[in-house]
């Protein structure tokens, strides 16, 4: 595994993508110390000061473009395994959000490119909070985020970098069949299941509770309507006084 170390990049991803498309090989590893346009899901920006961990890895896995969704989630299984104890509080939101308390600490991207059914190369990108953020914290991020020094004091970001990298090794194998059951199972045991939540995609708003994954990484919500699996876009903020429960399914 090959790790390239930047001090400024626009994007750990960007910068993958271009070396994916020129031939790098698999586990090729791009880390850097701050991003001036780094990326989140949905075009939003991803606030990117020194000090956080800004890091994308390159696989080429045997996969269908549809099981790539099982990408983000073994993902998050990478880095609950790389917080190895002290995570034991931490939670994953489907698709890649990684929680403490309801706040972020991690956020993953996950981007690619297929010819037909074969899948070319798949980046992984993985932004960590970890530093103490100072008055320059975007006022609508303040309160918001979960940093790893609240868990793991002293941890930096390149001792993380690698727990992530061997972590992705680790569950690699997941992507095929074989393995994926397991990481379903190991996700659900830590995923925010039975909570309300608003999924949203474009126009689309369905109020369920997330129930378990799906073969290819999809998101089945138990709704007032019956089950409903979802493939793309976000669940939103946990619904307090939900008027659905999961209860109110016709038994
Ligand atoms: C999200 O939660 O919306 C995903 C955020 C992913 C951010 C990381 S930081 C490293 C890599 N490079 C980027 O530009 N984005 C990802």
Redesign the pocket.
Known sequence: MKIHHFET??????QLLKMAEGGAPEWTVVV?DR?T??????R?D?W?PEG?????ILLRPDVTPRQLLRLPVIASLAFLSAMGESGASLTVKWP??ILLEGR?M????AESRSEGERVLWAVV????NMIRPGDDIPIGLKNRLAFTYELEEGLEPDELASRIARGMKAWSGAMNEDGWSKAREEWSRRALLNTTYVYRDGGRDIEGVPVRLDESGGLVMETKNGEVTVYSGELENPIQNSKFKIQDKPQ
């Open positions: 990049l626009d994007s750990t991803n960007d850097a991003q346009s780094g990326r989140g899901r949905r939003r991803w990117s956080n961990l800004y890091m994308s890649n959000d972020k991690a956020g993953i991207l990108g993985f932004g960590v």
